[in-house]
């Protein structure tokens, strides 16, 4: 089941995150997870919020480009060797990981992942049929 992340392209300048957040905010969007990448002139921020479709018309109404893709989320043991054993079963299956990022939770037994993988389908069948637990928002 591929969960949909947004990605905000944003000038790499002071303020921008804050009011990234505050159009969320503003809008009443709970910010589930969040990456931000940068260079030297812009940054690309991906998030899990709890309404992607709000999110996505309050950030087009600010002015903000915005963008949805659907990423693989999993949960993984919380274990020394938990991250490796999961990701070895997507490798061994030829998937390919392209970038990742945790999300906090109260989840004590578990880490719970977003991965944006090159078959989120496959990546979700592998994940299920090696007992890996699949997110859901």
Known sequence: MAVKQLSVFLENKPGTLANLAS???DAKINLKAM???????FGIARMIVDDTDKALVALSSAGQTAKVREVCGFKVPDEVGGLAKVLGILAENGLSVEYMYAIITSDSDTAH???RVDDNEAADKVLLDNGI?????
Do not use: C, H, S
């Not at 990456?35 to 002139?41: G, L, R």
């Not at 637990?133 to 928002?137: K, S």
């Open 133 to 137: 637990e699949l997110l859901e928002f």
């Open 35 to 41: 990456t931000v990448a940068d260079t030297k002139d």
């Open 113 to 115: 992942i977003v991965a």
């Open 23 to 25: 159009i969320l905010a």
